[in-house]
Every structure is written in structure tokens, then in C-alpha cells.
């Protein structure tokens, strides 16, 4: 499976952005689907996921409450709904894709990557 993801930008404290994640290849719903982010200098970190069979989410605390990822089967899409952005939520976004069907914070664990989209939260 292929991944598109797009969305990112430059917006103030407090904003919203949603990011997109498109998939081609095969149907996103047989995956289980998450975010992740990199800042500068810093490790891949965990954001939110949904998995295929499901469709329970996991989220990272830190953006838990302000963040919501949802999918829709019909457009082989996942999103990420971000409110509430802050300053340290400043990051190159990646989603990623897994075949099995549970959810995991771990990036060694997604077989497929799409490229990051920037999302950079001015203050």
C-alpha cells in the first residue's frame, strides 16, 4: 500500500489543522493505520492510530483530548483532526500503515510509510 499525506501548514497557537492521508494500492481499511511525528533533533514519536477491525483509536497523552483521527473507507482516507495546536506539536507528520489488526505506538512495528507533511504551530 501506498500513503499520501498532506494537510500540514503554518498556523497560530490554538489553531486547527486536519491532516489527510490517502492510500492506493490496496484498501486502508484492511490496515491498521497510525501517526506519528518528528520533531527537529528528536526521536519518531507516537501520535494516534486506528486499527482495521474495529475501528478503536489510541492516542499519545500529549494529544490526547485535542487530537482525533478518524477514517473513511469509501475514500481509503484516514485523518487527523488537530485543535487546539500548540507551539510543541511543531513536527514533521507520517502515517503509517500495519497489517495487523491492533493498535501499537511503535514505529518498527508499521510495515508501510507515506512521506511527512510539515505542521509547524507559530506562538
Known amino acids: 500500500v501506498q500513503l499520501q499525506a498532506s494537510g500540514g501548514g503554518l498556523v497560530q497557537a490554538g489553531g486547527s489543522l486536519r491532516l489527510s492521508c490517502a492510500a492506493s494500492?490496496?484498501?486502508?481499511?484492511?490496515?491498521?493505520t497510525g501517526w506519528f511525528r518528528q520533531a527537529p533533533g528528536k526521536e519518531r514519536e507516537f501520535v494516534a492510530a486506528?486499527?482495521?477491525?474495529?475501528?478503536?483509536?489510541r492516542y499519545a497523552d500529549s494529544v490526547k483530548g485535542r487530537f482525533a483521527m478518524s477514517r473513511d473507507n469509501a475514500k481509503n482516507t484516514v485523518y487527523l483532526q488537530m485543535n487546539s495546536l500548540k507551539s510543541e506539536d511543531t513536527a514533521v507528520y507520517y502515517c503509517?500503515?500495519?497489517?495487523?489488526?491492533?493498535?501499537?505506538?511503535?514505529?518498527?512495528?508499521?510495515?508501510?510509510w507515506g512521506q511527512g507533511t510539515l505542521v509547524t504551530v507559530s506562538s
Open positions: 494500492g490496496r484498501t486502508l481499511s484492511m490496515y491498521t
Open positions: 486506528i486499527s482495521w477491525s474495529a475501528g478503536s483509536t
Open positions: 503509517a500503515a500495519r497489517k495487523l489488526s491492533t493498535t501499537s505506538a511503535t514505529p518498527t512495528s508499521y510495515d508501510y
